[in-house]
């Protein structure tokens, strides 16, 4: 996994170099862990804390963008480090609507409790849909929620292990 995540850090690094645009990122996260023991009961917990980034921002067009980003999330028991790949559409000169895949990489004492299965994944993929908006050439908001695809839990029966999060981000673009 290290070495995954390397390769993911170099290729962000790569893709920056050559961005049009760059900056960093940060601000509320909002984590909601639900377990699905398979009929011994179910358990959600959410947690707030807050997240903190750097991006890169490709134009496309005037109404297109895409902007990868590399995050690191703490939520109470649970920190995640994510790789999102944002496609961003132009409404107005300030307004944008967002969607893309979020890869994250479960850690804390949440990513300690999936590591004692035997079949568990630290694996995190999210579909993310969102907004932005632009204060200024410089300064931006946006907000995302981001649903997990995948399960946690990849044994045998009914069982169930997921992770989905809200974050709401202030940017500054360099």
């Known amino acids: 996994m290290k070495k995954l995540f390397l390769a993911a850090f170099a290729v962000f690094a790569f893709t920056s170099i050559n961005a049009q645009t760059f900056g960093a990122l940060g601000g509320l996260s909002m984590m909601s862990l639900k377990v699905d023991s398979g009929g011994f009961g179910d358990a ?6 807050f997240h903190l980034g750097a991006f890169a921002e ?11 980003e590399l995050t690191y999330t703490i939520a109470g028991d649970l ?33 300690d409790y999936i590591d004692s299965f035997d079949d568990g994944t630290k694996l995190n993929l999210q579909l ?9 050439e410089e300064l931006f908001v946006q907000a995302r929620y981001g649903f997990q695809l995948n399960d946690h839990y990849t044994g045998e029966g009914d069982g169930s292990i997921k992770i989905s999060g809200f974050a709401a981000s202030v940017g500054y673009k360099f």
């Not at 490709?58 to 990868?68: G, N, T």
Request: aromatic share 12%; net charge negative; charged share 15%.
């Open 44 to 49: 959600t917990e959410s947690e707030t804390g």
């Open 58 to 68: 490709f134009e496309v067009s005037d109404q297109f963008a895409v902007q990868p």
């Open 79 to 111: 920190s995640m480090f994510g790789l999102n790949a944002i496609a961003k559409y132009n409404i107005s000169d300030e307004f944008n609507i967002q969607a893309g895949p979020q890869i994250g990489f479960v850690g804390g004492d949440v990513g």
């Open 128 to 136: 993310a849909i969102g907004a932005g908006y632009d204060i200024s």
